[in-house]
């Protein structure tokens, strides 16, 4: 029997109408924006905050991921599909997919197999069109930034060795990553060093996220910082009169997108930062849409749960008030063998002395979610080279931790394949143990809150700050911004700042190299070791797998 793609199993789905989605959520069709048959966006007037409040939340996170990552898009979609087959009513609430990872080296983000949203192709490509846009706001900034330089009459005298904005794209082209601009002759600006990052890791991005409503969305792009003048006076978005501009480019983004799983379940696509480079979480609006609307909402953080989790924790939840009623860690029992020593050549080995070993970032990231007065469930993502004595013993060691693991069977059987992970959620959810609280407060010293995450999260001893991050940290002070959450950048390999120290490193110390402000996202960020905010592509692009015929049909698309 020939095995299916996803992409084959997804063009094989009959999609219905987006106003049976719509009507399955209680939205009439006149408040639908349609973009064709099959998406939608959803008007910021149908978030109801009683609903938001009443109703339950569930964060989808996973150890430690192999570069192929664990699926947790998959398990959230599924989780959702096993949810309304036991009775509930639940809508799977997800980021945007980046076209970088699209043709580089990790693929779509539309979940696998039997549990995808679709239409696939166009969630995973130029969907609503809210990655242009933020991208177009973003470089507007730019553009306005390099014609003040250029002004004779409305010059702030900014200089330009302090600009800290960059341009953005969305695609990994390493290239880009510093670049020289205003040649070729004084008509041309000003010459002057500049970069480009991901659309993902744009500032525009991350208040997107960030923003509760249209207002407060363009007070945050008001208050991006952009560099200093020349007497040191700070220089912001508002102070070019950017932010109106900006947020016209970003009016419909700021709409949750509506979309289907395979199953016909409602599923709510929008915004999409990275986590190991920004917080990692779909936005604000769209979680409060879901809840407005559904009983049940499964929501994914990005990465590891010391990345994605901790982010959408601290960050998110500490910012929104939204406060989960249970977590789902996801693993693989070919991760928990990577995190015991095996070679790449071996993940797909059965091996329980491996698994054995590699139990400890499982554990880990169980003691973590429950310093947050949250219940973990354990979704053991089911692959066919799995063994039963593997499994058997990562259900057995979650038991004596007092914590319930359960194979997930999304990726072959979608909905069918969850029911018993659903039911689990839902006995967590009902046992009425969580207590979400942040792991620090917003106003506490901002050296302490780096300390915090780095010692309680990743386990290390300390944190040492280079001369960079030092001066970074006075600059902090001095522009007023000690109140911002943290969003740590760090290798999403390892628990520590070294990818190459697997399952739980002890007795090791992370080091600060600088320090980036985001002060319309209202965090900081530490950068810890050399953190890429534009990838480059490998050596052989996903790209270059696929094809599109005269009709138009991709293939090839992961």
């Known amino acids: 029997m020939k095995h299916l793609t996803d992409i084959e199993i997804a063009q094989g789905k009959k999609l219905v109408h987006i106003r049976e989605i719509a009507k399955k959520l209680g939205v009439d069709e006149d408040d639908l924006e349609l973009y064709g048959k099959y998406k939608a966006k959803l008007p910021l007037s149908l978030i109801d905050e009683e609903a938001v409040n009443k109703n339950n939340l569930i964060l989808v996170t ?27 009513q639940a809508t799977v609430v ?24 679709v239409p696939m192709e166009d969630i995973n490509l130029h969907f609503t069109g809210d990655f242009n846009a933020v991208e177009k706001a973003n470089n507007l900034l730019s553009a306005l930034i390099d014609n003040n330089l250029q002004s004779k009459c409305c010059s702030f005298n900014l200089d330009p060795r302090t600009i800290l904005w960059k341009r953005v ?23 002057r060093e500049d970069g480009f990052n991901i659309t993902p890791a744009s500032e525009v991005m991350a208040i997107l996220c960030m923003a509760t409503d ?8 008001g208050d991006i910082f952009v560099g200093f003048t020349f007497d040191k006076k700070p220089i912001f978005a508002r102070d070019l009169k950017a932010e109106n501009a900006m947020a016209i480019l970003l009016k419909d983004a700021i709409k949750p997108n509506l979309v289907q799983t395979l199953e016909e379940n409602p599923a709510i696509i ?15 609006i769209a979680t409060k849409m879901g809840l407005s609307l559904s009983n049940y909402v499964v929501t994914e953080a990005g990465f590891g749960a010391d990345l994605g989790a901790e982010k959408f924790l601290n960050i998110k939840c500490a910012a929104s008030g939204l406060k989960p009623k249970a977590v789902v860690l996801v693993a ?49 993502n089911a692959f066919v080279t799995d063994s039963y004595d593997e499994i058997k013993y990562v259900i057995d060691k979650c038991a004596e931790l007092g914590v319930q693991a359960v194979v997930s069977e999304g990726w072959a059987k979608g909905g ?26 917003w106003d506490a010293p901002v050296k302490e809150k780096i300390e915090i995450i780095a010692k309680e999260i990743y386990g290390a001893d300390g944190v040492d700050f280079d001369k ?90 992961s």
């Open 94 to 117: 997800l980021r945007e997919p980046s076209l970088g990872p699209v043709f580089g080296i990790k693929g779509g983000a539309a979940g696998g197999g039997f549990s995808q949203v």
């Open 416 to 441: 069918e394949g969850t029911k018993k992970l659903a039911q689990a959620v839902v006995s967590v959810v009902e046992a009425k143990k969580a207590n979400f609280k942040p792991l620090y407060n």
């Open 468 to 557: 960079k991050a030092k001066l970074n940290l006075k600059r902090i002070e001095r522009l007023g911004f000690n109140d911002f959450a943290i969003c740590m950048a760090k290798t999403q390999k390892s628990f520590s700042d070294n990818e190459a120290l697997v399952g739980r490193p002890t007795g090791f110390t992370v080091t600060v190299r600088e320090i980036e402000i985001a002060a319309g996202a209202k965090f900081i960020i530490p950068i810890l070791g050399q953190m890429m905010r534009m990838p480059g592509l490998p050596g052989t692009p996903a790209s270059e797998k696929m094809e599109i015929d005269k009709n138009g049909v991709i293939s090839g698309l």
């Open 62 to 88: 996973a150890i430690t991921p192999t570069p192929a990552g664990e699926g947790k898009t998959t398990v959230s979609i599924g989780l959702t599909e096993g949810l309304n087959k036991i009775g509930e």
């Open 169 to 191: 794209i969305d695609m990994n082209d390493r290239a880009l990553r510093k670049i020289t601009i205003g040649l070729g002759g004084t008509a041309n600006g000003i010459p």
């Open 214 to 221: 249209f207002e407060d969305l363009k007070k945050r792009l």
């Open 332 to 380: 693989t029992i070919r991760a928990l063998r990577h995190h015991g020593g095996a070679k790449k050549d071996e993940y797909n080995t059965p091996n329980k002395e491996f698994v054995e070993l590699g139990f400890c970032n499982l554990e880990k990231h169980i003691e973590n979610i429950r310093k947050f007065n949250i219940e973990p469930v354990v979704a053991i």
């Open 270 to 284: 929008h915004g999409g930062p990275f986590a190991n480079i920004a917080q990692g979480t779909n936005t604000i």
